[in-house]
């Protein structure tokens, strides 16, 4: 063993243990919505994005405002209306009368989490605004660039429910998202101890109440992100990977059932995602290695928005979730 493997074990150990902290005090604030706090962890691990789709009240923003609690780094929320400008995300140049010069001012993209609270109710030239921040961690405005702050995450909602005044995202900004998440309804069980939970946070809302008692520094992020990266996929796995996603990109080389569900597969942005994700998975749960488990338990939040079903399909109630189950049961594992 090197003294340089000696030397990143500790490190690599502190990181395990500060997200192991955080994802258990998610989960005693989040209750009932277990995947939202795992899938948010991967999405920092991953360094990506995240489209949370659901009703309201499932704890879609107290989810990224719990995180912003414990991490260290600023948090901002944007509240998407009809009437909303890009500039109004990413800020704009002013004319200081005074010196006579324009100043950049910062728009609220310039915070390391945000969250773009029902990101369809914008027109899709605001919603366009956060493609390169999401992108490229960074905001071009006339002909200057301004890198943005290090984690940056956005986390974008939207209702199911309502249609009425909302504007669909476009496909390249799906893409831009690293997972879709769908959220439902908590179980009994959970419902009681949301209850509780509430009592308990109205008894308390006029007390001072303090400071998390940790905090996930910048650098265990970066570091936690650095060791995603390097943990082992073996070459049968990366196959894997890869033939899923080619698989929904021409499905009739398994079945012609898929070939007439879909009718654009995910391009090479998901095979990275998939990727990314899969790795971020296995180190949450404490693993040095990806195994094929890894992947098919991501892959729906990976795929689901990059997936476009027929008409065809969708005539007769086909999800892009069923199209994911079926190629996971028609792509061997190598």
């Known amino acids: 063993m090197s003294a340089d493997t000696i030397s990143t074990e500790p490190m690599q150990a502190s990181c395990h243990a500060a997200f192991s902290k955080v994802r258990k005090h998610l989960q005693t604030k989040i209750i009932g919505q277990n995947l939202l706090v795992d899938r948010l962890l991967i999405a920092l691990l991953a360094d990506g994005h995240l489209l949370v789709e659901g009703a309201p009240g499932l704890a879609k923003t107290t989810a990224i405002k719990e995180l912003s609690a414990v991490l260290e780094g600023d948090f901002h929320r944007l509240q998407f209306t009809p009437d909303l400008l890009p500039g109004d995300l990413t800020g704009s140049d002013v004319y200081r009368p005074e010196t006579g010069e324009f100043v950049f001012q910062k728009g609220p993209l310039f915070h390391n989490l945000i969250l773009a609270d029902e990101i369809n109710r914008a027109p899709a030239k605001v919603q366009s605004a956060l493609l390169e921040s999401m992108g490229e961690h960074q905001i071009t405005v006339g002909s200057t660039t301004y890198q943005l702050p290090r984690p940056f995450l956005v986390m974008a909602t939207q209702n199911p429910i309502e249609q009425e005044g909302t504007y669909p995202l476009p496909e390249a900004q799906l893409d831009r998202f690293l997972m879709h998440i769908c959220i439902d309804y908590p179980d009994a069980k959970a419902e009681n101890l949301i209850?509780?939970?509430?009592?308990?946070?109205?008894?308390?809302?006029?007390?001072?109440?303090?400071?998390?008692?940790?905090?996930?520094?910048?650098?265990?992020?970066?570091?936690?992100?650095?060791?995603?990266?390097?943990?082992?996929?073996?070459?049968?796995?990366?196959?894997?990977?890869?033939?899923?996603?080619?698989?929904?990109?021409?499905?009739?080389?398994?079945?012609?059932?898929?070939?007439?569900?879909?009718?654009?597969?995910?391009?090479?942005?998901?095979?990275?995602?998939?990727?990314?994700?899969?790795?971020?998975?296995?180190?949450?749960?404490?693993?040095d290695y990806v195994s094929p488990e890894d992947v098919q338990s991501v892959a729906f939040e990976v795929l689901r928005h990059r997936i476009l079903v027929s008409y065809e399909a969708e005539a007769v109630g086909i999800t892009a979730d069923n199209v994911i189950e079926e190629l996971i049961k028609q792509v061997p594992v190598s």
């Open 195 to 287: 209850l509780e939970l509430a009592r308990e946070q109205a008894r308390t809302e006029y007390a001072n109440v303090s400071e998390p008692p940790f905090k996930l520094s910048k650098v265990d992020v970066d570091l936690a992100q650095q060791d995603v990266l390097s943990i082992h996929m073996a070459k049968p796995v990366q196959e894997y990977l890869v033939q899923l996603i080619l698989g929904s990109r021409k499905p009739a080389a398994y079945s012609q059932e898929l070939a007439r569900w879909i009718s654009y597969g995910g391009s090479p942005r998901a095979t990275i995602s998939l990727d990314r994700c899969a790795r971020a998975h296995a180190w949450l749960h404490e693993r």
